[in-house]
């Protein structure tokens, strides 16, 4: 029996691909907000012995966590035989340690609640710090897509002789892997400190690239402020106006605008967090990461 995939509201695009993907049935889920600000989830779908996926970008995951766990729970409770989760985009990695006295490591309690909640998870690019990977802190199975390779075929199709472009050193490895898989060169910018608030990003010697199309990578895009500094870099330069590519478009209030606003060619993203900018799809991976979960 195929299985069959619940979304969360707001991820009704991925989803509806994600179901063709996998070869899927597609359920509807309802979630009604009371005035007092409860949640009330039902699945519009007999579940009963079946395998089940939750799609959920968890861009927002105050707002959807607590739906997301009483959907799974309901799940469990109507007899589905396993209950899986997709997240595009996986929230709370950031607090990895304690980095002041009596704080909360988010990391590990939000893993333990999506742990025993879910019999598996797959994800794309978690932003990992200290962890080397889920496993240290997930317990159930889980798989991590990269979007380098979505990511360079997009490049390749999209943009003629361009030049990757890291907006700092800890970027190497990932735009040295993106721009393997399109053929095309690299660099990173350099920063150089000259106190605490005194910061110049710029560009190591690009004159022989001239004639590039400059495109900027970079993994998450919230407040943007990296990215905008790198546009102005490669301005500066005399590069053409750089395209600006992210996987995850958090993007904060008036973030967007002031990207827009800062003379890039264009601002792509990857479709794991729903917004405007959506152009890179990384469905395909991530369903061949829940098959794989699902032993197909």
């Known amino acids: ?3 069959l995939v619940f979304h969360l509201p707001g991820d009704e695009v991925f989803a509806d691909s994600f179901v063709d993907a996998v070869r899927a049935d597609l359920g509807a889920l309802s979630l009604h907000r009371f005035p007092d600000g409860e949640s009330l989830v039902r699945l519009d779908a007999d579940v009963a012995g079946r395998e089940v996926v939750l799609v ?3 861009a927002r995951p105050d707002d959807i966590t607590l739906p997301l766990l009483f959907a799974a729970d309901a799940a469990r409770d109507l007899g589905a035989s396993r209950v899986l989760l997709a997240a595009p985009y996986l929230a709370y990695l950031r607090q990895d340690r304690r980095f002041h006295a009596g704080e909360a490591i988010t ?3 939000y893993a333990a609640l999506l742990s025993n909640a879910f019999d598996g998870l797959a994800t794309v690019d978690p932003h990992l710090h200290r962890y080397h990977s889920l496993d240290e802190i997930y317990r159930m199975p889980t798989r991590v897509v990269h979007a380098a390779s979505p990511i360079a075929d997009w490049i390749r199709a999209n943009v003629e002789r361009p030049l990757l472009i890291g907006p700092d050193d800890e970027s190497e490895q990932w735009v040295s892997e993106v ?3 399109c053929g095309a060169p690299f660099t990173v ?3 150089t400190r000259r106190g605490d608030r005194d910061v110049e990003v710029s560009l190591p010697d690009v004159s022989g690239w001239s004639d590039r199309q400059p495109v900027l990578v970079d993994d998450i895009v919230s407040s943007a402020r990296t990215m905008i500094q790198a546009v102005g870099s490669v301005r500066r330069v005399g590069l053409a106006p750089p395209l600006c590519i992210g996987v995850h478009a958090l993007f904060a209030p008036g973030a967007y605008a002031e990207l827009r606003a ?6 792509i993203t990857c479709d794991t967090v729903p917004h405007a900018s959506n152009g890179i799809s990384v469905v395909a991976p991530l369903a061949r990461a829940i098959e794989d979960l699902l032993g197909r």
């Open 1 to 3: 029996m195929s299985p």
């Open 56 to 58: 959920a970008s968890l």
């Open 107 to 109: 990391s590990r309690t």
């Open 179 to 181: 721009a393997e898989g």
């Open 189 to 191: 910018l350099q920063k």
């Open 262 to 267: 800062a003379g890039p060619k264009a601002v």
